[in-house]
């Protein structure tokens, strides 16, 4: 009796135990939530992720086989046989019809009747021709002895070339005759309508019975497609993205008539004939496919997404951090990254700030350096920053004495944000001009280092190089302890909603300011 007492009185202490386990779950749960919150305090923000960048471009597009073949009649007549139909495969040489011959076959009869008669006037031709001949001599030989007339002997000599002429003249007619018969036999040939490829018909545009007219041009009979196991989508790009299309690039689509399929192709062509319509610019590109299967279909409609670049494993951050300027007055507009330019950007006006010389000796990281040229590279990279700390030195100098504020905060290469709470744009022109004077200076400040490298090695730096200046650079806020602290990053490759990024003070699990909360968000 009192084994059960026991057990009755373990069930409340177990229901116990796990409500007490849920309630601290719960507490830490909301504590966590409230300190996250804590710490973006009055502002909205992105996290930095580790995840996958896919730049893609849109287009819509027609399928169709890659060698298409329209079969025509190039003689007019009465089609009496159809040996083909829709779908039908076709092998080269197959007949396909056949046209009624009749009236080339009477034209053949009545060529071989005048073939026939210009052979008998020939024969008619060489008769006279021998008699003529035959004569000449005669009279030749009796003139030669002053037996007959001066002028007996013109007229022989006279019918002996009317009887040549008359045999040319029979010869150039059974030529002639035998031409047109040719002709003729040609025109019944091409009575019978034959395949000029292997392939399978597509249309089918006539009857039996129907008449076709070859006078002006051929009639179209049959649409062959040559082969379907590949075939070709040509998509329509907008000239703003066709910079970004390269032959070989992967293509995947899908096509309404397989909703539940993607399919990929690969760009072959970049045509460079332009179409406008409304306005709008855009490109053909041809996207080989391959459909061994046979599952598509001549003639659909496809929606594609030509896969431009795929960066895997990256940092990236929501855009809206990006985009993100304080206000006017805000402290946020009066925090500049460190070591930078009240301006934001280095001392040739373009966005060079820090972390330049990490890009720098990453790139040259990459070179398998010897020992003498690690030593140049280091000569050179130390002689850059002594020279970009005096001009930040002598710029901070120079805005002090002035008492005035500049903004910079622009995206390297296009327009941005001012870090002075004012917008702008930059001339494309000027920026030109500012990649051009730093890369004359870095050229100048490496030129050294440059010349100990070997070729391979040349043409790595020089194309990374490029590279960096090309890059975009941006300045963002980053909430550490609860407070914002300005950083510069590297922007890369960008999806629409998210962007990669990198920098020296940027890790995964980073917050980035996206926005200021108002006083109604904060509560």
């Known amino acids: 009796m009192s084994q059960p007492r026991r057990t009755r009185s373990t069930l409340p202490k177990a229901g116990l135990a796990v409500a007490a386990i849920a309630v601290l779950a719960a507490g830490w749960y909301f504590w966590s939530k409230r300190g996250a919150a804590g710490e973006a305090g009055g502002y909205r923000t992105e996290t930095v992720q580790r995840g996958d960048i896919r730049v893609a471009i849109s287009a819509t597009g027609t399928l169709s086989a890659i060698t298409t073949v329209t079969v025509g009649s190039q003689i007019s007549g009465q089609v009496t046989d159809i040996l083909v139909d829709f779908n039908s495969p076709v092998k080269k040489g197959e007949v396909l019809a056949r046209i009624d011959p009749s009236t080339y076959q009477a034209q053949l009869e009545q060529g071989n009747a005048q073939i026939a008669n210009a052979q008998a006037q020939l024969r008619q031709a060489q008769a006279s021709l021998h008699n003529a001949t035959l004569d000449f001599e005669r009279k030749q030989s009796l003139s030669a002895q002053k037996l007959i007339a001066r002028s007996d002997y013109d007229l022989s000599r006279a019918a002996l070339d009317q009887a040549r002429a008359q045999v040319n003249a029979a010869q150039a007619q059974i030529r002639q005759q035998t031409a047109s018969l040719k002709n003729t036999q040609v025109n019944i040939d091409r009575a019978v309508i034959r395949s000029p490829v292997d392939g399978v018909v597509l249309t089918r545009k006539i009857e039996p019975g129907q008449t076709v007219a070859a006078s002006f041009s051929a009639p179209e009979l049959f649409t062959i497609a040559e082969d379907l196991s590949k075939m070709k989508i040509e998509l329509a790009v907008d000239e703003s993205d066709i910079g970004q299309v390269r032959t070989g690039q992967v293509v995947g689509f899908t096509a309404d008539a397989f909703p539940d399929r993607r399919f990929k192709g690969v760009v072959e062509q970049v045509r460079l004939a332009a179409t406008t319509n409304n306005n709008v610019v855009t490109y053909p590109v041809v996207v080989t496919v391959d459909n061994s299967d046979g599952t598509l279909l001549p003639g659909l409609t496809v929606n594609a997404e030509i896969e431009v670049s795929k960066r895997e494993g990256v940092l990236r951050i929501g855009n809206a951090a990006l985009r993100f300027k304080p206000a006017e007055g805000s402290p946020l507009a009066e925090l500049q990254v460190q070591g930078a330019p009240a301006g934001g950007t280095g001392g040739n006006g373009?966005?060079?700030?820090?972390?330049?010389?990490?890009?720098?000796?990453?790139?040259?990281?990459?070179?398998?350096?010897?020992?003498?040229?690690?030593v140049a590279f280091d000569a050179a990279l130390e002689e850059m920053q002594k020279r970009q700390a005096e001009r930040m030195a002598q710029a901070q100098t120079q805005q002090g004495a002035s008492g005035q504020q500049q903004g910079g905060n622009r995206l390297f290469g296009g327009g941005g944000m001012r870090m002075g709470g004012?917008?702008?744009?930059?001339?494309?022109?000027?920026?030109?001009?500012?990649?051009?004077?730093?890369?004359d200076r870095l050229n100048q400040q490496f030129g050294a280092f440059v010349s100990a490298l070997d070729d391979a090695q040349r043409g790595k730096w020089n194309a990374g190089l490029e590279a960096q200046l090309s890059a975009k650079r941006v300045q963002a806020y980053k909430l550490v302890g609860g407070k914002p602290q300005p950083v510069m990053l590297k922007v890369g490759a960008s999806d629409g909603s998210s962007t990669e990024i990198s920098g020296r003070d940027i890790k995964e699990g980073d917050l980035i300011i996206s926005g200021e909360r108002s006083a109604a968000e904060g509560k």
């Open 422 to 439: 004012g917008s702008g744009g930059a001339n494309p022109a000027m920026l030109a001009q500012m990649r051009a004077r730093m890369r």
């Open 350 to 374: 373009t966005n060079r700030g820090p972390g330049m010389g990490e890009d720098l000796q990453a790139l040259a990281g990459s070179l398998d350096l010897n020992p003498q040229q690690k």
